[in-house]
């Protein structure tokens, strides 16, 4: 079957099954390798991708259900290529990437945090521990095994931070309150 999908801002289109799975898809036919497969059961989130504005893994997706869809993969996060989303130069600079296996399904959850503003509110009244709480929920879904999530945590909030006038001022340092 002919696929014809957006993936990260172009038009794309591949000759396979439609009951292929979208993390193979994008991997094999696509060669965008950033999109891991962890358990390949939709338990731990290393796949996730961003499908039509939602985060969803990619390994309980069949690619043709992607018809006419838009699809952005951690490769889609940087912006022209070579500007880091804010998500994925905090994970680097608070050390909350560690072997990569989880790192790209982090991401691409994280920056559908921090670009829908999910913890927004929190950081403008100041509350950190509500913040903190926040992203650890809505990271419930991808498991690393490496980190300990701290942060990751802190790296999604210092990425979200940017987008919350006065918000950085109150910051603490990384490594705060859990």
């Given amino acids: 079957m002919k696929i014809e999908m957006q993936v990260n801002g172009e038009p794309r289109t ?7 799975r979208l993390l193979d898809v994008l991997r094999e036919d696509l060669r965008l390798t950033g999109t891991k497969e962890g358990c390949g059961e939709g338990e731990c989130g290393a796949c996730s ?8 893994n990619s390994c309980l997706v069949a690619a043709g259900q992607c018809v006419g869809r838009a699809v952005t993969t951690v490769e889609g996060l940087a912006a022209r290529g070579d500007v880091l989303h804010p998500v994925q130069r905090e994970l680097v600079a608070c ?4 072997c990569g296996i ?3 399904g982090i991401a691409i959850c994280a920056a559908h945090v921090v ?3 999910l913890v927004a509110a929190a950081l403008a009244a100041g509350d950190e ?4 709480a926040k992203v650890r929920e809505l ?11 701290q942060l990751i945590v802190d790296a ?9 006038p006065g918000a950085s001022a109150a910051a603490p340092a990384p490594g705060g309150a859990p």
């Fill in 115 to 117: 670009d829908r503003g």
């Fill in 156 to 164: 999604v909030l210092a990425a979200a931070r940017e987008a919350v």
């Fill in 102 to 104: 989880c790192t790209p």
């Fill in 129 to 132: 521990a509500a913040a903190r």
């Fill in 95 to 98: 050390g909350g990437a560690q």
């Fill in 139 to 149: 990271l419930a879904g991808n498991i690393c095994r490496c980190t300990g999530y």
């Fill in 14 to 20: 591949v000759e396979a099954s439609p009951w292929k």
């Fill in 49 to 56: 991708v961003i499908l039509d504005g939602e985060v969803v």
